[in-house]
Nanobody, 120 residues
Framework: QVQLQESGPGLVKPLQTPSLTCTVS??????????WNWIRQPPGKGLEWIGY???????YYSPSLKSRTSISRDTSKNQFTLQLSSVTPEDTAVYYC????????????WGKGTLVTVSS
């Protein structure tokens, strides 16, 4: 059973660059052919995909967030991390990590999410 657990700073100030980490258990983030994603949901709005890091270590980001997003991984800890730079109150959201499986390219495991609030 794969489990994903997000951790983050909770409250951040505008223009900071928070880091959120997803710790994976029950499966390796380097196993072919899985993709490890970050998704967020602002209060009262729908889900927004942020980006992924693949089993190979390659990354791909949403064009709308690409300039502020970086996803990296620590294979020794089986973790992957999201950094979002220059945050504003519009980045306030519940941030989820989730796995996409192939060949169907569907989400099969999700974390419970962590709330990040951007406020001065």
């Amino acid at each position: 059973q794969v489990q994903l657990q997000e951790s983050g700073p909770g409250l951040v100030k505008p223009l900071q660059t928070p880091s959120l980490t997803c710790t994976v258990s029950g499966g390796s983030i380097t196993t072919t052919y899985y993709y490890w994603n970050w998704i967020r949901q602002p209060p009262g709005k729908g889900l927004e995909w942020i980006g992924y890091i693949a089993y190979s270590g390659s990354t791909y980001y949403s064009p709308s967030l690409k300039s502020r997003t970086s996803i990296s991984r620590d294979t020794s800890k089986n973790q992957f991390t999201l950094q979002l730079s220059s945050v504003t109150p519009e980045d306030t959201a519940v941030y989820y990590c989730a796995r996409v499986e192939t060949p169907h390219y569907e989400y099969d495991y999700w974390g419970k999410g962590t709330l990040v609030t951007v406020s001065s």
